[in-house]
């Protein structure tokens, strides 16, 4: 008899073993993703950050409004600013500036979500073969007209990835900002549109004699 209560609490003994040891397990489980949970988290601050000074840089090569839509200038933007560049002799500079940004995110890449690390990839590659073309561009110079369409597609495609580059950033790495960013530039419309429209009340009261005239 004493020796089957033995038995059964030896076996309890094992089973609140094996309990405490899969709650062990579990906790340390749980302290682990929150660890990285955080660790992913802080990742993705500071990529937004460089992202979004990255993005501002590109799209002032690029000739983007803030808000993705083009700048009307009636003009070649792009081609713009790398004859302005090289003239006051700072395209090498700010092409510099700009791959130590996108350096900065490929090293925080590791501890990015995979959605965000495959963008970052895609990112940064179109940001290689762009200023790749760029400098070709550059370098090469106004051809021969045998050359002339080789050359003008250099510029052409570096644009292209150029582009691909900041929307690759604005999708998956830059997606809450780049809403505050687009709210912000709506709400600042909105705000023109209405003091437009309250000056244009004002002239007309004014014409019409119920307002003193303005000085």
């Known amino acids: ?17 094996a309990v405490a ?11 682990e993703w929150h660890r990285e ?3 992913t988290k802080g990742a993705h601050t500071r990529m937004e950050t460089i992202a979004y000074q990255l ?17 009307e200038r009636g003009e070649d933007d792009f081609e713009n600013w790398i004859r302005e560049s090289q ?5 090498g500079v700010q092409l510099e500036r700009a791959e130590k940004r996108l350096d900065g995110l490929m090293a925080l890449q590791p501890d990015a979500a995979p959605r965000v ?41 570096a644009e ?14 830059l997606g809450g900002t780049v809403v505050a960013e687009r709210d912000l530039t709506a709400r600042r419309e909105a705000e023109d ?3 437009q429209l309250a000056d244009l009340l004002a002239e007309q009261a004014e014409q019409r004699g119920e307002l003193p005239r303005r000085g």
């Not at 008899?1 to 609140?16: E, F, I, K, N, P």
């Not at 040891?21 to 302290?31: H, L």
């Not at 292209?160 to 998956?172: A, H, V």
């Open 193 to 195: 549109e209405l003091g």
């Open 87 to 91: 003239n006051i002799g700072t395209l």
């Open 21 to 31: 040891t899969a709650v062990f397990a579990a906790v340390q489980i749980g302290r």
């Open 160 to 173: 292209k990835d150029l582009r691909d580059c900041i929307s690759e950033l604005e999708r998956y790495v």
């Open 117 to 157: 690390a495959r963008a970052l990839d895609r990112a940064y590659v179109y940001f290689l073969e762009g200023t790749r073309r760029l400098n070709e561009y550059v370098a090469m110079g106004r051809p021969s007209d045998d050359l002339l369409w080789d050359w003008i597609r250099l510029r052409t495609d």
């Open 55 to 71: 993005r501002r840089q590109l799209r002032a090569w690029v000739g983007q409004a803030g808000n993705g839509r083009e700048i």
């Open 37 to 39: 949970n955080v660790r």
């Open 1 to 17: 008899m004493q020796g089957d209560v033995s038995q059964v609490m030896a076996t309890w003994v094992a089973a609140l073993a």
